[in-house]
């Protein structure tokens, strides 16, 4: 399970330092891919590989560049990583969730904003941790994704798009 992510909302471009751009993308994706390398002279046949995507990643965010491109590259990551596992029958795939309530997504907002995190979405509220945790577990589990790998699934609390 590759799950570690930096963010900090810039309003601006130029807001965003080359130390920020540099450290949400070590953090964001480097991580991912240090960790898939170092796991695999451990993993065996049927073994699964789950990456932590974002909405952010699917349709960009203004206040979340950094971020946000970071997840795009977990999700494209994801893929690659699928097809150049599957010889080897490790599947790897990806859970990429809308809004959450967790303290990374309120973290550096004021107030009056962590009060309206998630509104936006259809459902008109953030997901809690433990609505995303399934997610993660149908993507470990032999009996219920044995034949799902490369797949980005995306819990936006009604949002639509394309993944």
């Given at each position: ?11 601006d ?34 073994s699964?590989i ?30 690659s990583?699928a ?5 080897r029958?490790?599947?790897v ?5 809308g ?7 309120v ?49 936006t ?7």
């Amino acid at each position: 399970m590759n799950n570690a992510a930096f963010q900090k909302h810039q309003d601006d471009l130029e807001e965003i330092t080359e130390e920020q751009w540099d450290r949400t993308f070590r953090t964001n994706i480097y991580g991912y891919f240090y960790m898939a390398k170092a796991a695999l002279k451990h993993l065996k046949h049927g073994s699964v590989i789950v990456n932590c995507g974002s909405i952010a990643g699917l349709q960009g965010n203004k206040q979340l560049l950094d971020y946000a491109s970071t997840k795009g590259a977990i999700h494209a990551f994801t893929k690659s990583l699928a097809q150049n596992l599957v010889d080897r029958s490790i599947r790897v795939n990806c859970v990429a969730p809308g809004p959450v309530w967790t303290p990374l997504n309120v973290a550096d907002k004021p107030a009056e904003q962590v009060a309206e995190h998630g509104k936006k979405a259809p459902m008109e509220r953030p997901a809690q941790p433990e609505e995303i945790a399934p997610a993660f577990v149908f993507f470990a589990s032999e009996a219920d994704s044995s034949y799902i790998t490369g797949e980005v699934l995306a819990l936006t609390g009604g949002e639509t798009m394309a993944a």
